[in-house]
């Protein structure tokens, strides 16, 4: 079955205390990317990749990283997290990214920073 | 830049009434491409439709349509009949054509909320 895995779906953690959380997609898309969703916000996206080794910046980067060395693997990492990063969070995939094709989200990480 | 305006926060229903959900875009590109997206309560985001710029037709799915129009920067959706399990929020989302081989960063709207009643 075609999907995006995210994991987990449920963290609590406290200030300052690294974390990631892990994005897993089977279809060879290119593209992923990772998105926030705030009550009265919408979804606002943090990273991108457009393929291995490349990513870039999104609407919301502060106080984020990512990685892609491995196309099917595309990892948020908060290195130390503060409060204002509590929120929603969704991993996403493309096939390519360049046409406007439609993304395929996983089921969401409820991340609270306490 | 893009941008994507869903006025309405909240719509409130009774079952069987039909209800239209507003989005109003903006960009400046020409070729470029629309979404909905569903997210009921249990929080997955699902992928409704894809609209390109070129293509202004109107689409049926069952008890859903969708309007766009160019002239007015909209991509209006309408459920026929709501049903309970039509609640949920709705994303409208905008992605303009990369120039230059980039990428895209799509945009959403800010999503309205339906609820249905029984």
């Known amino acids: 079955e075609a999907q995006v895995t995210q994991n987990p779906r449920y963290l609590i953690t406290v200030t300052g205390k690294k974390l990631t959380v892990t994005c897993s997609q089977n279809?060879?898309?290119?593209?992923m990317s990772w998105y926030r969703q705030d009550p009265g916000l919408g979804l606002r996206q943090i990273y991108y990749s457009m393929n291995v080794e490349v990513t870039d910046k999104g609407d919301v980067p502060e106080g984020y990283k990512v990685s892609r060395k491995e196309k099917r693997n595309f990892p948020l990492i908060l290195e130390s997290p503060s409060p204002n990063q509590t929120s929603l969070y969704f991993c996403a995939s493309s096939l390519s990214g360049t046409q406007g094709e439609k993304l395929f989200f996983g089921s969401g990480t409820q991340l609270s920073v306490l | 830049a893009q941008k994507v305006t869903q006025a309405q926060t909240e719509i409130s229903v009774v079952e069987k009434e039909d209800v239209t959900l507003d989005c109003v875009y903006e960009t400046r590109d020409t070729t470029y491409y629309l979404f909905w997206y569903k997210q009921p309560p249990s929080g997955e985001l699902v992928f409704l439709i894809r609209r390109n710029s070129f293509d202004e037709q109107n689409e049926i799915s069952g008890r859903y349509s969708w309007n766009f129009q160019k002239s007015t920067s909209s991509f209006n959706f309408t459920i026929t009949a709501s049903q309970v399990v039509d609640s949920a929020v709705y994303f409208c989302a905008l992605s303009e054509h990369p120039s230059s081989g980039g990428s895209y960063i799509p945009t959403f709207g800010r999503g309205t909320s339906l609820i249905v009643h029984p």
């Open positions: 279809m060879n898309h290119e593209y």
